[in-house]
């Protein structure tokens, strides 16, 4: 029966994840002064469209710098992509220890969320949308679907159509100003309610009360 189904959604340890200032030496040490930063941490796999998000960013604006921290099956191909471009407004480093990527995603100031266009997707919620959150780092997200769904409600950031370039230029620049301070109150809400005791409370209470 319906009532006897119940979705949980995934969630973010607030206690590990949360809002800080920039490691100085960090930003130094990468050559990331002054720059905004849009950082792409996680799997750089088939499903990931890095190899489109890389032949964008020729077109994107010289003030942005884009951090890709991570590997996966495509990594080298996209490492090739960025070195045939001769992009110097992009750094890939090495996947980094679950413990220290705190203190890399607080480095950025825009989340990269992209997945390739498809119907697969839809359903997909990327967990790294709530780490980025809980950070007040903005959401530039290329997911349709349910993940769309949860940016839109929350207004933690932009989307974009996956896979399309021009939208994903537009998005990229519209995240300024007035704009990014919305997402960052957006941030705020929506980590409110996917708070990993919140939502741990509302399992409970659908195992032991209903």
């Known amino acids: 029966p319906e009532k006897k189904i119940h979705v949980i959604k995934n969630g973010v340890h607030l206690d590990a994840f949360a809002p800080g200032p920039k490691d100085p030496d960090l930003i130094k040490s990468l050559g990331?002064?002054?720059k905004k930063v849009v950082g792409y941490i996680g799997t750089h796999g088939m499903a990931h469209s890095l190899d489109f998000i890389m032949k964008s960013i020729a077109k994107a604006p010289?003030?942005?710098?884009?951090?890709?921290?991570?590997?996966?099956?495509?990594?080298?191909?996209?490492?090739?992509?960025?070195?045939?471009?001769?992009?110097q407004n992009v750094t890939m480093l090495d996947p980094v220890p679950k413990s220290e990527i705190g203190k890399y995603i607080l480095l950025t100031d825009i989340a990269l969320v992209p997945l390739r266009k498809s119907d697969t997707f839809k359903t997909v919620i990327p967990s790294k949308i709530f780490e980025n959150a809980a950070m007040e780092k903005p959401i530039l997200l290329g997911v349709e679907g349910e993940a769309k769904g949860i940016i839109d409600q929350y207004g933690a950031g932009l989307c974009f159509e996956?896979?399309?370039?021009?939208?994903?230029?537009?998005?990229?620049?519209?995240?300024?100003?007035?704009?990014?301070q919305r997402c960052q109150a957006g941030c705020r809400a929506l980590v409110?309610?996917?708070?990993?005791?919140?939502?741990?409370?509302?399992?409970?209470?659908?195992?032991?009360?209903?």
């Open 192 to 210: 409110k309610d996917f708070d990993r005791k919140v939502l741990a409370d509302k399992m409970l209470k659908v195992l032991f009360i209903n």
């Open 162 to 180: 996956p896979e399309n370039e021009a939208d994903f230029l537009h998005q990229l620049e519209r995240l300024d100003g007035e704009t990014y």
């Open 62 to 87: 010289v003030n942005f710098h884009f951090l890709f921290i991570g590997d996966g099956a495509e990594k080298e191909n996209v490492r090739q992509i960025k070195e045939d471009l001769n992009l």
């Open 32 to 34: 990331l002064e002054g």
